[in-house]
């Protein structure tokens, strides 16, 4: 049976590529909803950028919008940040279908609460829709199986030195979930950053000849370029398809139990993740350590050619 999901994201390029992936498997993924909150752009892109993937993949899941802008801080885009511009590099088809009137946080509780067995939630961007729905429902703890969160670093950041972009963006909303007691599966830039988009893996996915997978290559031929600048990557990290690969094939990745806090105070690390190695007290997520790359590459090139 398919397993109920909700998808929380930014789109932004690699969550383009993450729910391209959902969508091609609905045997395995029952996508009830996409919410979209304020981060790789501003929430009223983030939003309408969901409708189109959706309307490009012939998809009919209902997108809500939830929050503008971070708890306590103001909102710091990518766009600002890198002078990206959302889904730069394809010509997406207008969406027919609209945005849903309800609120991303109300319908993420009222899903929730309606469910009859605890849900999976998968995040792609800044916690912040999460946060305000556990801040206002707190009740809804229990009917959360399991997070599997995008965002983090063990070792460098890629905002800042010390922390990554979605943690960064909105570091007291991680902080209230990190430490809601839900079971959480936290995939860091560690992992990501060991899934490149080379010129060989673009041009298997360029091979396939389908709108979406045309679309995906557009999208990722111009994605990443800071990054690969900075670090002298072979090719950009595909960050947010890590989530939906896990939550399809998770035999691809590693894990261990850790103990995630979250600064937020520190005038050079606002927004890490500080893991306590040390193990001073029980663990609050697992941790991927290694993913086979090519692994993951074959499933998303080959679930492509089924959109
Ligand atoms: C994360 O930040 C965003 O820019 C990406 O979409 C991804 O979710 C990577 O740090
Ligand atoms: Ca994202």
């Known amino acids: 049976m398919a397993r109920p999901l909700i998808i929380d994201c930014d789109p932004g390029v690699d969550d383009a590529i993450a729910l391209l992936l959902a969508f091609t498997a609905p045997q395995q993924l029952d996508l009830l909803g996409i919410t979209t909150v304020a981060g790789n752009v501003p929430l009223a892109l983030t939003a309408t950028n969901a409708l189109k993937l959706c309307e490009l993949a012939d998809q009919t899941v209902p997108v809500y919008a939830g929050c503008p802008r971070p708890l306590l801080q103001p909102l710091q885009t990518a766009v600002e940040v890198h002078g990206a511009t959302g889904l730069q590099g394809a010509t997406l088809p207008d969406p027919q279908q609209r945005l849903q009137p309800q609120h991303g946080v109300d319908f993420l509780i009222e899903q929730l609460l309606s469910a009859p067995v605890p849900m999976t939630l998968a995040m792609l961007g800044p916690l912040t829709n999460l946060a305000v729905a556990l801040i206002k429902a707190p009740q809804i703890v229990s009917k959360i199986a399991e997070l599997v969160i995008m965002g ?27 430490t809601a007691g839900i079971p959480i599966t936290l995939i860091t830039l560690d992992t990501t950053h060991q899934v490149l988009t080379t010129p060989e893996r673009l041009a298997a996915i360029r091979h396939i000849n389908r709108p979406a997978a045309q679309a995906a290559a557009d999208l990722l031929t111009y994605y990443g370029t800071p990054d690969i600048e900075r670090y002298g990557m072979a090719g950009a990290p595909l960050h947010d398809p890590c989530v939906i690969a896990y939550l399809l094939q998770p035999d691809l990745f590693t894990t261990r139990p850790a103990q995630v806090a979250i600064e937020t105070q520190g005038q050079h690390t606002l927004g890490r993740t500080v893991v306590d190695w040390w193990h001073s007290g029980p663990p609050n997520v697992s941790i991927t350590d290694s993913v086979d790359a090519a692994g993951l590459y074959d499933l998303l090139t080959t679930q492509l050619s089924y959109l």
């Not at 983090?152 to 990190?178: K, L, M, R, S």
């Open 152 to 178: 983090g670093a063990v070792t460098h950041g890629n905002i800042t030195p010390a922390a990554e972009f979605n943690v960064y963006v909105d570091p007291h909303a991680a902080q209230v979930v990190f």
